[in-house]
DNA sequence: CATGACATACCCATTATTGGGTATTTTATT
DNA sequence: AATAAAATACCCAATAATGGGTATGTCATG
């Protein structure tokens, strides 16, 4: 019998996937949480096998809680489950660990084969998942991103609609730094001029 | 019998909506859609009694479906079905003339009691919607924004991370007159700088 | 038809941001 | 320890945006 969690902030599809599961007798939902520091009591009151994990969730997003989990329980499987297929959320959630990515587009009985293929020991990712994507071999972290941690941080800001000096108040650094940073960004990536980094930063942002 | 149909991008979703209906002999589901261009063409092949509308969809958002489908087909009754409790969502699909508006977060049996009452000639909205968004009286247009038409279409573009330059070569006006839509809305909305302004219009844009 | 709201467009001085540099210090990576 | 990469911070001239005006034509409503 598969022992299996849902962390999913809408309660319609909780209760979809469970409709689903109710009638497969290897799988069992023994519990559903609605952010991130529900599934954590959860998962150490029930222990499951595979968590269902959806990114985007109040208190603690998918990714944070992949890391906590499986660095307390770490034969507990995590399949992500996501309406987005950017690059990034797929990469940090294998990076932190996630055996499977399934897309909330995709039909309700992936979910079923996603569970067993991973609790069988294999990974499951969805067709539209670019392989690439899937780089980091299950834990090491491999791609290095275009831009650094501070050119990172620095576009989160931005997507958020901060401006330079509101940024530089909030890194405590000159105004210069985020300027030369937000110069560095938009010839790195190939645009031209802080419409287009604003663009960039808000399609990246899968906001958590 | 009640001819129900889904508008909604995630199928994950539409398939636990369809596992919850089977089972209910008074409700059919006559047919789902992925996005609104399909929709369109599954009502006039279907006339279904009611349909479950997501507003965030591609090709044609939930709130332009409503109308078009209303405009045809007046007895249709849409209830829409969304992530987001913003005023602007709820006010906007009820002025579309949605007589129902269920959230995500909510269990799915609301989806069953919602298609019920609706039916039935009655409105039903999720206990979360607080009740002074659902100002327009089923149709007409009552509520007036604060903004005006050009500066809520100016918002709209500033929330998609266009520049003062970008968005009057858009709309064929003068840089100086976007620059005054734009003061005269800092100021109208007691913001200040163009910061708040894009904070505000990111959070305005429940994005379709 | 007058009034008010709106959209359009400009003026001005000030401030923010760009795009091009250079330079110094910290932090990895060899 | 040497090198490379990143982060810090500044210079400059040019452009974009702000915050304060004024002005004109349109449109709707009373």
Do not use: C, W
Not at 128 to 138: G, W
Not at 162 to 181: G, L, M, N, Q
């Amino acid at each position: 019998m598969i022992k299996v969690a849902i962390a999913e902030d809408h309660q319609s599809l909780v209760d979809g996937i469970n409709l689903l599961l109710k009638y497969e007798d290897d799988i069992s939902l023994i519990g559903t949480a609605n952010d991130g520091e529900e599934l954590l009591q959860l998962v150490s009151k029930k222990r499951p096998h595979i968590i269902l994990m959806d990114i985007k969730m109040p208190k603690i997003d998918g990714i944070t809680a992949t890391k906590n989990i499986l660095s307390q329980y770490p034969n507990t499987k995590v399949i992500a489950f996501s309406m987005f297929d950017q690059e990034e959320a797929v990469q940090q959630m294998v990076t932190a660990g996630a055996k499977g990515y399934l897309l909330k587009n995709s039909p309700l009985e992936e979910v079923l084969t996603a569970i067993r293929e991973v609790h069988s020991g294999n990974t499951f990712f969805d067709k539209s998942i670019k392989p690439e994507y899937v780089t980091s071999s299950s834990g090491v972290s491999t791609k290095k991103s275009i831009l650094s941690k501070s050119e990172r941080e620095i576009l989160t800001l931005i997507g958020q609609g901060r401006t330079t000096s509101e940024i530089a108040a909030i890194r405590f650094t000159a105004v210069s730094t985020v300027e030369k940073h937000r110069k560095n960004m938009i010839r790195k990536l190939g645009l031209s001029g802080k419409g287009e980094l604003l663009r960039y930063a808000l399609e990246k942002k899968y906001d958590f």
